[in-house]
């Protein structure tokens, strides 16, 4: 009978026996973010090491199109793991983050995740702030770890599950 009621309330049987009711996911804006990024490196430059030094350098994930919620989570998770500062989604043309949060695996709760109207605009307005774009691209030939950009300030660009990187974003990023 308690379970029913569960299946009921989470509008499905896939909930282990857990149901939570939070609110929608809040995005941040990419202004947010640039400037806790930019605010958390003033303060790790201030230490006396160089470890400290390398994690204070901004890193953000872009993603172009990723329309897949698992692959989406994958890259949150990844992001997590990693040090990112934040994942930059367009608002069209995206997996959104509500459905990707099972596959986070609570990396969504700390990661914090911008929309943007256009993409391309987005990475132009960072490059303007000093970052530098790296676009991912099994068709690139340069090799990742040797784009000279490692220490800068610093945007990873994803394509889309099926096209890679649309040519506009492709042309947006520096190497």
Request: contains cysteine; neutral net charge.
């Amino acid at each position: 009978r308690l379970l029913l009621e569960m299946d009921r309330i989470a509008r499905s049987s896939n909930h282990q026996g857990v149901v939570l009711k939070a609110q929608p996911f809040q995005y941040s804006s990419l202004a947010e973010l640039v400037d806790r990024a930019d605010k958390k490196a003033r303060a790790m430059e201030a230490a006396d090491s160089e470890s400290a030094r390398i994690a204070a350098r901004p890193l953000f994930i872009a993603l172009d199109g990723v329309t897949d919620p698992q692959n989406l989570g994958a890259v949150i998770r990844s992001a997590a793991a990693f040090g990112a500062n934040g994942v930059i989604l367009p608002e069209r043309r995206s997996a959104s983050v509500t459905a990707a949060w099972k596959v986070s695996a609570g990396a969504a709760a700390h990661m914090p995740v911008a929309r943007v109207v256009n993409l391309t605009k987005a990475i132009e307005s960072l490059k303007e702030r000093g970052y530098y774009s790296v676009g991912l691209d099994g068709g690139g030939d340069a090799l990742v770890g040797e784009t000279g950009f490692e220490t800068d300030p610093l945007v990873v660009v994803l394509g889309s599950e099926g096209n890679g990187l649309s040519r506009l974003v492709r042309e947006a990023c520096d190497s």
